[in-house]
């Protein structure tokens, strides 16, 4: 049994890795910004959280305390301007809010709980990015989500050097298109196929794949 902490666990893929760890046994901490609003099971953990309050991120940091985390699942993300150049929606806010959530907020939330992910015996910690953000893969338009799953993916990367030599494994993952409130119904996978993916995958992290950039179901990805 582990005890994981999702960040962005109210609904779609989220709500589905929170609820199948749950039913194998683990210890769920699931956040989010309105926890009113989560059809989650009862024995799931809830607290309240914006990845980009920073006075969110410390006051949940205070409510757990020294509590050991063995995963924690970076999630919680936006999707802004769906356009080319010229999309009038990829505005300064837009940017700003796409950044903030899934660049700055991935960073402040691995900082915040890294103590945790050190109490634990083997802490981890897995990032959902997307193929969006290879540069190889590169095929136009949604432009503020592209580059900022290219800076999360860049986190990990760069993570992955510095907690090395402390044993703390991290990867960064493509769930899928998926059908959510983000994928839209005529996506090809469903929320709870990818969360069973994904959460195969976070089980078979270690240390000698740390800095991975992999899809939900176990294919590597380029940079």
Not at 186 to 199: E, F, N, P, R
Request: charged residues 20%; proline residues 3%.
């Amino acid at each position: 049994m582990s005890t994981i902490l999702i960040t962005g666990a109210s609904r779609g893929i989220g709500a589905q890795m929170a609820i199948q760890a749950a039913a194998r046994g683990d210890d769920v901490i699931a956040t989010m910004r309105e926890p009113a609003t989560a059809d989650l099971p009862d024995r799931i953990e809830r607290h309240r959280l914006d990845v980009k309050s920073e006075a969110g991120q410390l006051q949940l940091a205070m409510e757990l305390g020294n509590r050991p985390i063995d995963l924690l699942i970076c999630n919680a993300g936006v999707f802004q301007g769906r356009g080319g150049i010229d999309d009038s929606s990829l505005d300064f806010a837009a940017w700003e809010n796409t950044l903030m959530t899934n660049v700055a907020g991935v960073f402040f939330t691995i900082r915040t709980f890294l103590p945790n992910l050190r109490a634990a015996e083997a802490g981890k910690i897995a990032v959902i990015s997307s193929q969006m953000a290879s540069s190889q893969q590169a095929s136009g338009q949604h432009y503020a989500y592209r580059a900022s799953k290219a800076a999360a993916s860049n986190l990990v990367f760069n993570l992955a050097a510095d907690l090395k030599p402390e044993g703390i494994a991290i990867g960064a993952w493509h769930p899928g298109w998926v059908q959510t409130d983000m994928g839209g119904a005529s996506a090809a996978v469903t929320a709870q196929d990818s969360a069973a993916g994904l959460l195969s995958e976070f089980n078979a992290l270690t240390m000698a794949r740390t800095g991975c950039f992999r899809t939900w179901d176990g294919k590597d990805l380029p940079a």
